[in-house]
């Protein structure tokens, strides 16, 4: 397999985050002065506070969604990769070519690269989503807490191979060692899986008690074994602490999307509860009008009336004085 590609953080490929919306476009259409009486409800006005900043830029939901898919390819990637360097455990624990070594060493750094990439790009996806107040925000929480389970599963699936597989170094170190030392005792035994092989000092001390050809191979197969395990525990205390990194994301990330979300349902309850007295006020509107024109019809009868009385008493008299 080749690990060259993973040299550059492979998330720099996604889609750009920053873009603009257009808000300069929107700002000469004032529509005041139009013969509109009544007052229209919150969200379907024009834009009015050309003034105002526009709010924090965020991806739409098909950015959002095509990030998420490309950070799952990588994922994918990643178990390859696993099972990549379980293979290459097999090998090197069969034998002590070198090559295998090497290609184990190779493997376990590209796939480190692999895990920070995407560790960079879920971070960017939690800060993206802790500034989306629109309707994608749902959308976009079930797709990134599935994708960031979805990498806690394949940690958790690398740690588990790396124990497994450092468990059988130390096997096959204590078995090794029982064959230079067939008398050692099992406390012996167990500190000399623990000892530095690296150490020269402690490879020529074991050679004390067995010089023969056979025990100067067995202990190189030994600190070959030991310089497995250091590679180990070294991608075992990454994984620990890349996994605690995700945990403490999460953690930090949970107020500012607390927050966000209550944000986002009071400026909902807000628009809905503006609604509603825009919908009362356009209803009073209506009703003082409809009372005006009843107004002005009762006195518009009343005038009528008392013209009409007027005239018919003014007729009655003058017939009245002609008689």
């Known amino acids: 397999m080749s690990y060259g590609q993973y040299n550059n953080n492979p998330y720099a490929q996604g889609p750009d985050q920053e873009g603009g919306y257009g808000y300069a ?3 000469n259409n004032n529509q005041y002065g139009q013969g509109q009486y009544e007052m229209q409800p919150y969200g379907q006005e024009p834009n009015q506070y050309a003034n105002q900043p526009p709010p924090p830029t965020t991806l739409t939901q098909q950015e959002f969604l095509q990030r998420v898919q490309y950070l799952r ?4 990637g990643l178990t390859s990769d696993i099972e990549g360097i379980a293979a290459l455990h097999q090998r090197s624990l069969a034998s002590t070519d070198s090559n295998a070594s090497y290609q184990l060493e ?3 750094s590209a796939t480190q690269l692999r895990n920070t990439a995407v560790k960079d790009g879920i971070k960017a996806l939690e800060k993206d989503l802790a500034k989306t107040q629109d309707g994608s925000r749902a959308t976009k929480s079930a797709q990134l807490n599935s994708l960031r389970n979805t990498f806690k599963g ?4 690398y740690q588990q191979i790396e124990s497994d597989y450092q468990r059988r170094y130390r096997d096959q170190i204590a078995r090794q060692y029982r064959i230079v030392n067939p008398e050692a005792t ?3 035994v167990k500190q000399a899986t623990e000892l530095d092989w690296g150490n020269e000092g402690v490879f020529q001390t074991a050679l004390k008690s067995n010089r023969t050809g056979q025990a100067n191979s067995v202990l190189g197969n030994v600190r070959a074994r030991h310089n497995e395990l250091q590679r180990i525990e070294k991608t075992l205390v990454e994984l620990a602490t890349l996994y605690q990194e995700m945990a403490t994301l999460v953690e930090a990330q949970e107020p500012v999307v607390d927050a966000a979300e209550q944000n986002a349902q009071q400026t909902v309850d807000n628009i809905a509860k503006g609604n509603e007295e825009v919908a009362v006020a356009n209803k009073h509107a209506r009703n003082r009008r409809k009372l005006k024109w009843w107004c002005l019809l009762v006195v518009v009868i009343i005038i009528a009336l008392a013209v ?3 005239v018919g008493l003014y007729c009655t008299n003058n017939k009245c004085g002609s008689k």
């Open 73 to 76: 390819s990588e994922i994918q």
């Open 186 to 188: 099992e406390d012996e």
């Open 154 to 157: 394949e940690l958790e699936k």
């Open 308 to 310: 009409g009385l007027g």
């Open 106 to 108: 190779q493997a376990v």
């Open 25 to 27: 476009n929107n700002n």
